[in-house]
């Protein structure tokens, strides 16, 4: 992380870096992410709705629990560990065959700071755009559970949209942007790091791109512990 800013490039290398690897890697995810968020959001209310089915427990009560299930769990963790998967495993391989191929070297026998070059666009562009991936991740979350629950039959439109205004907490929306902003950065500064460091031919690319998928997998839980500890305890 130090030689990331040891000796940096001009702001203009860095904003067309930056604007790249935005759209590769946030408008890239789109398509998985809308498929994703919609179909767990519907899957979320069914199981709610079945879990709660007493006399007792009010319809609305449903689009509580899922609407804060996808608001402060799901969109946060689950996009982003479909993202490490995604997302990780290119920027090692991008980085792991640059290495491999000696491109790495070219670049530093140039005078080029190469790690800032190429990976801390990745990190500034993921910073920037992740949180807004979550937020249409929790959008269309929301939307699936509707669009689910009223097509099922567990739960109607009104009842629903009266379940998601009540007891909203602004904060949970806050805190849950605020995790997407730490997995934004374990999501690119651990598999650049495994990329960026492989070593030998392109088998050892893979192995690495494979490792670097699994710790910011772990990573990324950790962090989700760690974080959900430290404001909601």
Do not use: W
Not at 81 to 104: C, D, F, H, Y
Not at 111 to 131: D, E, F, H, M, R
């Amino acid at each position: 992380m130090k030689a990331l800013i040891e000796k940096p490039e001009k702001f203009d290398v860095y904003r067309r870096q930056v604007v790249k690897e935005m759209e590769s890697i946030g408008f890239g995810s789109l398509g998985i992410v809308a498929i994703i968020s919609m179909f767990i959001g519907a899957v979320i209310t069914i199981q709610t709705s079945y879990n709660l089915l007493s006399p007792f427990v009010p319809l609305y009560a449903v689009a509580v629990v899922a609407r804060d299930s996808i608001i402060i769990e799901f969109s946060p963790t689950i996009i982003c560990l479909v993202l490490a998967g995604k997302v990780g495993s290119s920027i090692a391989s991008e980085l792991g065959t640059m290495r491999v191929t000696e491109q790495i070297d070219a670049l530093e026998i140039m005078g080029i700071n190469a790690s800032g070059y190429l990976v801390l666009p990745k990190i500034i562009a993921a910073v920037i755009i992740l949180p807004f991936i979550v937020v249409l991740s929790m959008v269309l979350g929301i939307l699936g559970g509707l669009i689910g629950g009223v097509a099922s039959g567990v739960i109607s439109a009104v009842e629903f949209a009266h379940g998601l205004q009540v007891r909203f907490v602004p904060f949970n929306v806050t805190f849950a942007l605020t995790k997407t902003v730490f997995f934004a950065y374990i999501i690119t500064s651990v598999p650049a790091f495994h990329g960026f460091y492989a070593k030998g031919s392109a088998l050892e690319v893979g192995k690495a791109s494979t490792r670097a998928v699994v710790y910011s997998s772990v990573a990324l839980l950790v962090a989700d512990y760690v974080l959900t500890q430290i404001f909601l305890a």
